[in-house]
């Protein structure tokens, strides 16, 4: 890509690098498609910051760019007893909105309307009549797509945070719209790490490479305004993460002095840190509820990797004042907020060490 701007740049959408294979594997995926020849939904995979979101965005114009219909939804913004529920009806909201005086349209509104109504009623995956309302939400948007358009493609992000059973539904409904011939599939993304689903393509996303680094720390300041010792700075502190790049490249670049060196990187660091950690956890460490703010704390103390959970809540002496499952919510809320991850044999390790430094700062 030797073009100074490219096109979305023009369009001033934020510049995607190094995903080329991955938006070439969503958008061949579209293609097959169009050509009625079914296609598995893909669900994006990867750590918090590595770029999911953004690479669904991009997708997602791509695929309109195609002439595809798509919608967003997130599960993130759903309070509903069903989020996953919630954020499909949302995507399919938006198409509707791509069609509004249509009387198709107005009919699909009132499915959607109906069917979220019956599933605020309804207990809980896995009872009676509950995949109804996602197949039935997903046909009548896929007939829809087919009488007038080339397609839909609905992109629902965070979907770590649907249970399994919504997650398995949801995928398999998208499925079987495709395969019985319906131009309509799910991009899905979530966290890595949750269990498998046999009925999606798993897309892994991997932080950024070397060259995919520069090139995203040169889009935020021209490369006259880096010396070589900052790229190599930030490319070590980012370890490839988008969200880091952007956040150490930031604010090295906020110090206002050019070139930026590898110093001027490290002076921005702690900054860096503080607005990562309030990106990533939702809060400041200092800032997060007691019992997790003191569970992060013990988990940092203990070194950070591979602490077993026990011996942490020990170290607080949260076993002898809650008892297991209090300390266990904690964990499990640290986890769901990005700053630690769970593996077998009930161990934890921090996530990034931006966090480990924010928290030992703190104290
Ligand atoms: N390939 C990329 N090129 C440029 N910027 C990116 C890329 N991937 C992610 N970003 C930026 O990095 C930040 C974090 O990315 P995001 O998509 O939110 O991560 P995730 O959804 O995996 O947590 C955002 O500001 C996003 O715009
Ligand atoms: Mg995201």
Redesign the pocket.
Known sequence: MNDRESPAQRRGE??????ERELDTIVGGLVQLGRRQGAKPVVVE?A????????LQTSAVRAADLGWAVGHGSVRSQRLCSAAYGALADSVAQLVAWRPGSREAASLADEVERQAAASAREAAPGDEGWSGPFTDLLAAAAQLADDHHRGIVLCLDDLQLASGDELAEIIEAAGSISEAGFPATLLG?RRAGGAACAAAEGLVLQP?DAE?TTA?VV?LAPREAWTDGALARIAELAGGY??LV?AYAGAALRRGRTPVDASEVDAGRADADRALCAELLGAEPAQLPGPQRRMLQSIVGLGGHQVPVAEAARDLGASRSFGPPTYLADVDALVERGAVVRSAGDLVSITFPFVARAVIDQR
Not at 14 to 19: A, I, M, S
């Open positions: 934020p510049v995607l690098v190094g995903r990867g918090p910051g590595v770029g999911k979101t953004a690479l993304a950024l995919a995203l889009s988008p969200m952007r």
